[in-house]
């Protein structure tokens, strides 16, 4: 199987690193730091031997004059007593001195330096994970093994001119492969509407959430498209947008998803990623037969946890969400902060906790999660949407923006419309954080309705 291919040598040393750095770009940014220190150290090194070898050099050729002379009238030579008194020294003490230099050991710093950086390496894990995430996005975005082994992944500038599904098409159409595989060419018959075969809606799940990463599958009809619109936002008439109202975007109609344009500044940004950073660790799932939190190999980032208190700018975000949403927050989870690594994704998942998980969120005493708030902290290159498999719809990176849906319909019934995923990050670094707001404390802010379904 040409896969294979890609893991040949995937094997290193154990090292003595914490596994992860795989999980997340902005992590992986300290490891061309450290490499580069490491460089400068060898260079160092490098320098401290051909200095040493220059000594040595003029060594040779002082010796060798002196021999060359010595050598033509042995006796002569020696029968200066000058010269015979140097010799003497040479053999003596010189000798020793270039003896020395020769065993002295120029590496020390260097092996010094290699030994302390060593431990902040990647492991075994690592380089696995990372051989992986090449196959897996290989496998979404129908990338060829010699395309992918070249390294002739989208530019940038062409994704952002022309969008993912036109690269893409471009790339298929290269692909001379005799032996591509079924799936992908029944893919391409469901997403062409002139021919007949299984509708779409049939795909199974892992089939529809790819088409939906490389920009295919389930389009929405004109006639639905029309009834989404752009808005301005006062949040309600709340005083902080009457002046300066939020722009919102309608993405999708069932379920909702609505978009805020210019909803979180750089600057905030910046320092929530500065706050998350140093604890960043590997993101978790609960474990439905144990309830417990675990990771798992259908969730590759790193997530952190800002709490309002902390810092004034996560209260303030807090805050914002709340007035946009008519929400209450006092009764949310914490602001969780993600940073997505090599190829890094989130498979179809539910934000809410279904019937058989009814311990899910039992410790919080909050409820079930009602709602979803989704910063996007910046734009990606390349894939790393957000998507919907079960009613079609993709969500593009946006830096800036936020996307919000409700989980639960008005009568606390989960809205299994709402079933997602976070696409693989083919090119790019993509930073998330998201607000999961609970029941309690919206029992006047969403009232239930009688109807299941509303």
């Avoid at 969008?163 to 159409?173: C, D, R, S, T």
């Avoid at 910046?378 to 949407?385: C, K, R, T």
């Avoid at 809205?415 to 693989?424: G, K, M």
Wanted: with cysteine; hydrophobic share 35%; proline share 5%.
């Amino acid at each position: 199987m040409i896969q294979c291919i890609l893991f040949v040598g995937i094997l290193l040393p154990q090292s003595l690193a914490h596994p992860g750095f795989f999980t997340s770009i902005g992590q992986m940014t300290d490891l061309i730091h450290t490499e580069k220190d490491l460089v400068t150290s060898l260079k160092d090194y490098i320098k401290a031997e051909e200095d040493k070898l220059e000594q040595i050099k003029k060594w040779a050729e002082k010796l060798d004059r002196l021999t060359s002379t010595a050598t033509k009238d042995p006796e002569g030579f020696v029968g200066h007593p000058v010269n015979a008194f140097k010799l003497m020294k040479r053999l003596n003490t010189e000798w020793s001195e270039l003896e020395n230099l020769v065993l002295k050991d120029m590496s020390d710093g260097f092996i010094s330096n290699l030994t302390i950086q060593r431990q902040y390496f990647p492991n075994d894990e690592d380089q696995i994970g990372a051989a992986k995430a090449l196959l897996r996005l290989q496998d979404t975005y129908n990338l060829d093994t010699d395309t992918i082994s070249k390294g002739n992944l989208p530019d940038p500038e062409h994704q952002r001119a022309n969008g993912n599904l036109k690269y893409f098409e471009y790339i298929m159409a290269k692909e001379k492969d005799a032996n591509q595989s079924t799936s992908n060419d029944q893919s391409d018959q469901k997403t062409t509407p002139k021919k007949k075969g299984i509708a779409v809606d049939y795909l199974p799940e892992r089939q529809k959430y790819e088409m939906l990463c490389r920009g295919e599958g389930i389009k929405m009809t004109p006639r639905r498209q029309k009834k989404l619109f752009c808005r301005y936002h006062d949040g309600n008439r709340n005083p902080k947008f009457i002046l300066a109202p939020a722009k919102q975007e309608d993405e999708w109609d069932k379920p909702r998803i609505i978009r805020f344009h210019d909803i979180i500044s750089d600057a905030e940004i910046e320092i929530v990623k500065d706050l998350a950073k140093p604890r960043l660790s590997r993101a978790t799932v609960h474990d439905p037969e144990t309830g417990k939190l675990t990771t798992a190999q259908y969730r590759v980032s790193k997530s952190a946890w800002l709490s309002g208190y902390e810092n004034p700018v996560v209260s303030r975000i807090n805050m914002r969400i709340q007035d946009l949403t008519g929400l209450d927050v006092s009764t949310a989870e914490e602001l969780q902060v993600a940073n997505y690594g090599v190829g890094g994704q989130y498979e179809p998942h539910f934000d809410f906790a279904r019937k058989d998980e009814p311990d899910a969120f039992k410790e919080l005493g909050t409820g079930n999660r009602i709602a979803t708030w989704l910063f996007y902290m910046s734009d990606v290159s390349a894939g790393g949407a957000t998507v919907f498999p079960e009613v079609g719809a993709s969500v593009w990176p946006k830096k800036g923006t936020a996307v919000f849906w409700y989980n639960l319909f008005a009568s606390g019934e989960g809205d299994y419309s709402t079933r997602h995923a976070a696409c693989p990050v083919l090119v790019g670094n993509k930073w998330v954080s998201n607000k999961w707001l609970h029941e309690r404390g919206q029992e006047f802010r969403r009232p239930c309705t009688l109807s299941e379904l509303e």
